[in-house]
């Protein structure tokens, strides 16, 4: 009996993978859509708006993106920690989601004022 066990052990540990292994793919994951992302050459360009309003308009839907976003993060860890998953996998898969949102949030926040992204 305890050799059936041991085996059934086994199986079940070869089933699975260690945390660290997991990791690096979602970091690589993570890098690759920011770099998708910010493709070089593109810039955001609104032909109807004066030159000096860029910073002003690009500042607050950064802030107005950043804001949001972090009220989403905090949101995601709390309910992890409501349903038991506080692990550091679980916690950066919240980050990477928040990052994702933020420049979500960023892109609607300037097209909503008129901005197009133009590729050079």
């Not at 690589?28 to 708006?49: F, H, I, Q, S, Y």
């Not at 420049?103 to 004022?113: F, H, M, P, T, V």
Request: glycine share 6%; proline share 6%; aromatic share 4%.
């Amino acid at each position: 009996m305890p050799a059936q066990r041991l085996r059934a052990r086994r199986r079940r540990a070869a089933g699975r993978l260690a945390p660290g292994l997991l990791i690096a793919p979602v970091l690589l994951m993570a890098a690759a859509a920011a770099a998708a992302g910010c493709a070089p050459g593109a810039r955001w360009t609104n032909p109807e708006v004066p030159r000096d309003q860029w910073p002003i308009d690009r500042n607050a839907c950064r802030q107005q993106a950043e804001d949001l976003a972090a009220r989403q993060l905090d949101a995601d860890r709390a309910a992890n920690r409501t349903i038991g998953t506080t692990d550091a996998l679980s916690d950066q898969f919240a980050v990477e989601d928040a990052k994702r949102l933020r420049q979500r949030l960023y892109e609607r926040c300037l097209g909503a004022r008129g901005y197009r992204l133009d590729a050079r």
